[in-house]
């Protein structure tokens, strides 16, 4: 079973950027395909972006493409997002997953292991 373990978010202004990190513990990342959902107040769980198993594929929502960039580091066993040219509707707290198969799906439902969450505030 793999633990993961968000940080960097934090708040910043419109058009900023911020890198966040998924650290992963109890197994390596490498047999996972991983990703990214945030969750807004009032607002479903979202699709944000994910990487499969040795990183050749991502795929992210029309919302995000564009200004985020998922990757991860096997050997140091992190997952990573980083978000420039953010916008306030950007703001919510971001979930790292895991997903211990070969595709990567942008549904919740198909994820096996989450984080605790770390908040992202952008302000206009």
């Known amino acids: 079973q793999v633990q993961l373990a968000e940080s960097g978010g934090g708040r910043v202004q419109a058009g900023g950027s911020l890198r966040l990190s998924c650290a992963a513990s109890?197994?390596?990342?490498?047999?996972?395909?991983m990703a990214w959902f945030r969750q807004a107040p009032g607002k479903e769980r979202e699709f944000v972006a994910t990487?499969?198993?040795?990183?050749?594929?991502?795929v992210y929502p029309d919302s995000v493409k564009g200004r985020f960039t998922i990757s991860r580091d096997n050997a140091q066993n992190t997952l990573y997002l980083q978000m420039n040219a953010l916008k306030p509707e950007d703001t919510a707290v971001y979930y790292c997953?895991?997903?211990?198969?070969?595709?990567?799906?942008?549904?919740?439902?198909?994820?096996?292991?989450w984080g605790q969450g770390t908040q992202v505030t952008v302000s206009s």
């Open positions: 990487i499969s198993r040795g990183g050749s594929s991502t």
């Open positions: 109890g197994r390596t990342i490498s047999t996972y395909a």
């Open positions: 997953a895991a997903r211990e198969a070969l595709t990567i799906p942008p549904t919740r439902r198909s994820y096996d292991y």
